[in-house]
């Protein structure tokens, strides 16, 4: 089974976007080894300590580089991704002799509370992150508008429209991963 690294792009504890990647992680159980990446103890990016990365930042390029492919959960501040998520991204696509996104595939998915939910973020993440993947998922594009019902404290889908949807995401993304990985 392939290994996905699930970078949740909120770092706050009762994040809807890890609650999001809890359900999704579980629907792919048995398709896809999915594992959430931490991204919370990163230190900012600075070019000048790419050479002598902390630990923090070596164990995340690490698993990153151990995963065959990437899933990006990302919430939308201020019409775009998280500081964090961009951070993650820095972190793991530097210095260019040693970029952990190499040969994978991504997809990227989002909630928020709203009718255009992450849509304008996903958008700018999918600018920023083209270039370091062999392939994005293009569709189907899921910007959840996320309630308190959509899931349980268990990660179960609770609402029978979004478990379709999202299947077809988890079995499309699983597809992208098998026609690319190793």
């Keep these: 089974m392939h290994k996905v ?19 999704l992680m579980k629907l792919a159980q048995g398709k896809l080894d999915c594992r959430e990446l931490r ?13 002598s990365p902390v630990p923090a930042v070596v164990r995340f390029k690490t698993e990153v580089k151990a995963a065959d ?6 919430p ?9 998520m961009k951070n993650a991204i820095d972190w ?4 260019p002799s040693d970029r952990s996104f190499k040969g994978k595939v991504a997809a990227i998915t989002g909630a928020s509370k ?6 304008i973020a996903q958008q700018h993440l999918r600018t920023i992150i083209n270039g370091h993947f062999l392939a994005l998922l293009g569709g189907p594009e ?12 268990d990660g179960n889908i609770l609402d029978e429209t979004t478990k379709k949807l999202l299947t077809t995401f988890v079995d499309n993304f699983s597809r992208l991963v098998d026609a690319f990985a190793d």
Excluded: M
């Design 92 to 95: 793991a696509s530097r210095p």
């Design 39 to 51: 991204i919370d103890d990163l230190p900012l990016f600075n070019q000048d300590d790419e050479a």
């Design 114 to 119: 709203g009718r255009i939910s992450t849509a």
């Design 5 to 23: 690294g699930v970078i949740v792009g909120s770092i706050r504890k009762d994040s809807i976007n890890r609650k999001y990647a809890a359900a």
């Design 76 to 84: 939308e501040h201020n019409r775009s991704i998280p500081a964090a």
């Design 69 to 74: 492919a990437i899933l990006f959960v990302t």
């Design 142 to 153: 899921v910007f959840l508008d996320y309630n308190d019902a959509l899931f349980d404290d």
